[in-house]
């Protein structure tokens, strides 16, 4: 799969993860709010964790290419604010995927009432983490894309 | 489970944070020559992302597993609290480095 492929796959999922964990926090919220959501948070529970692993692990795979073709001979030398930004991103991200992966998992298994405000604080900050890598990933790939 | 899962992302983050400004050894790929090594520090266009992903999800991963097992009992508000503020902690250190750098 060519490198641009991979990009355009790596959008597509990474949109898939970013719905995926935010359909998630908002039915954490609504749980923590009282209304039983049970079937939404086990629904959600995998998808959101798969969307999120898959989108991850094809970033992954265009990391190099990124590093190649875009930051070393672009970024590294007229734009290294941009280059600190897209770090910025990938950092979001790794907090991000153990975020979602840590709420999707409780969401899915713990019904206690206790557990409801935390599975839904780290699932609300996992989605805002994604919401962010996604703006920031769209700037990037404007200024070059590979 | 939630406590389990809390514990896993504050090592994650913790473990992440420390790989980066510790300068501990991780895997390090150089993308030019095509060749993975674990080392401290980065050079050229080799980059130790992959690394510190590594190490930080072994981390979550085990002290999740750990926690599943001792059932810890520290109440759930400041087992959030704890693992949030380790997020935050990790969120303010890469944001005062790129606002140092624009």
Known sequence: ?????????????????????????????LSALGKPQTRALRRFGWIAPVAVIAQALCGLAIYPAYRLRVRAPDFDLYAPAVAQLFDFKEHLSALALALVI?????GRSDDAPDARWPIAALSSTGAAFL?????????VTARHPL | MT??????????????????????????????????????TVSGVSMRYFGDLLLASAAGLATAALALRLRPRAPMPVAAATTLSLVALDVLYYLSRLLVTA
Do not use: C, N
């Open chain 1, 102 to 106: 840590g709420a999707s998992i409780a």
């Open chain 2, 3 to 40: 406590r389990a899962a809390l514990a896993g992302i504050s090592a994650f983050a913790l473990a992440y944070l420390l790989a980066g400004t510790l300068q501990l050894p991780v895997l390090v790929y150089d993308p030019l020559a095509r060749v993975a090594s674990v080392s401290r």
């Open chain 1, 131 to 139: 919401w962010a890598a996604a703006i920031i990933g769209l700037y």
């Open chain 1, 1 to 29: 799969m060519s490198d641009r492929a991979l990009l355009l796959a790596h959008a597509v999922l990474g949109f898939g993860a970013l719905f995926a964990g935010t359909h998630h926090a908002a039915h954490a919220v």
